[in-house]
């Protein structure tokens, strides 16, 4: 399995396939765009097989926003992806990651180090300390 920073993500010949991912996340937290100029998006690849997609974006405020996350057989990959965009947003000088998720996703999330902090209209805020 292979994690990565796609450059240029929308010229990328898997971006219609990631998009779809992302898209169900998109209209949820209601945001005008899949992914923003300021934003990087994160592949998980199995040989050629797209598995997930994932946006962060780093903050002046030295955290990093997972915006959106999409994908299928989130058990085979999250974990990874986790470690991976960690390693990006500690080597980009933040010190913790949040998301805003679904309930579902606390016992998943805890097991990775994130915390469930406080509800969020009708989803919660989750925090992790790099």
Not at 118 to 129: G, I, K, S
């Amino acid at each position: 399995m292979q994690i990565a920073a796609v450059p240029n993500p929308t010229a990328w010949d898997r971006w219609p396939e990631a998009k779809a991912y992302l898209e169900p996340a998109r209209a949820r937290g209601d945001f005008p765009d899949v992914i923003e100029p300021d934003e990087v998006l994160f592949a998980v690849m199995d040989g050629d097989e797209l598995l997930a997609a994932a946006t962060a974006w780093l903050s002046t405020e030295r955290y990093v926003e997972v915006k959106l996350l999409g994908g299928r057989n989130c058990r085979r990959w999250l974990k990874q992806l986790d470690e991976a965009i960690g390693a990006a947003a500690r080597q980009a000088g933040a010190v913790r990651m949040i998301g805003i998720g679904r309930a579902e996703w606390t016992r998943i999330l805890q097991r990775n180090g994130w915390v469930k902090c406080q509800p969020v209209e009708d989803h919660w805020l989750f925090e992790r300390t790099l």
